[in-house]
């Protein structure tokens, strides 16, 4: 059987079978642990890849099956699947947060490395987490054939969005409308539903513990006599 671990969200049944939980920040779904925790057979491939379309086409996400796909691939090569590899990579690119990408390379065997597919979601990891949101955004618009996962550029914006809110408490807003690749009305209805507005070109960001500032006390116990002492 396939079930579901979760904390807190909705659940629901597809067509395969699989229970699906639907969160409101992050969406996650995952098979029983047997399925993937130490079973090295290769009839698990078809399961795991089956399940990887799910989450493909349904917004959902689960490292652990993913991974464990990878390795499979690498003790059965015969059934490496090239489409499966990008697939995962794509989904990993949308939960960056979690490290999922870098994790999911060191799985794919060097000679993969040089595929298409997997150089330009590469090249699209490093621009995220090196903060070239506009070179990204326009290098996507020249493959929207490969970035076809349900939900990929929301989940993308979330990211930034993220990265900028624990780095700035003020951001002009035509960057960040480049940022997040949204026409100026559209960016004002993005911030709106998140409790957010513009104000004279800016958007100021709530406060969090990265971007307010911590006053230090000095201590109030000094004596006379350890003051006497530096001169």
Do not use: C
């Not at 047997?34 to 795991?48: A, T």
């Not at 796909?69 to 690119?93: C, D, N, R």
């Not at 998140?194 to 006053?215: A, I, Y």
């Amino acid at each position: 059987g396939i079930n579901a671990e979760y904390m807190g969200g909705i659940v629901k049944y597809n067509r395969l079978g699989l229970q699906l939980i639907t969160l409101s920040t992050m969406k996650r779904t995952s098979l029983q642990p047997e399925v993937y925790r130490n079973v090295f057979e290769i009839n698990v491939i078809d399961k795991l890849e089956e399940y990887l379309n799910v989450q493909f086409k349904e917004e959902t996400f689960d490292m652990e099956a993913n991974l464990h796909l990878l390795k499979l691939y690498q003790i059965f090569y015969e059934k490496s699947s090239v489409e499966g590899m990008g697939k995962i990579l794509q989904k990993a690119l949308m939960n960056l947060h979690r490290n999922a990408f870098n994790l999911s390379l060191y799985l794919i065997p060097q000679q993969y490395h040089s595929d298409p597919v997997i150089t330009i979601l590469s090249q699209f990891a490093r621009q995220l987490e090196t903060a070239q949101y506009g070179d990204f955004w326009r290098e996507a618009e020249n493959h929207k054939d490969i970035l076809v996962a349900k939900g990929f550029n929301h989940a993308v914006r979330e990211f930034i969005l993220d990265n900028l809110l624990i780095t700035f408490r003020t951001v002009d807003l035509s960057y960040l409308a480049e940022a997040l690749h949204l026409s100026e009305p559209d960016l004002k209805t993005y911030l709106e539903r998140k409790g957010m507005k513009s104000e004279g070109g800016f958007v100021t960001f709530p406060e969090n513990e990265f971007t307010t500032l911590k006053q230090r006390v000095a201590p109030q116990n000094i004596q006379f006599e350890q003051i006497a002492k530096i001169f």
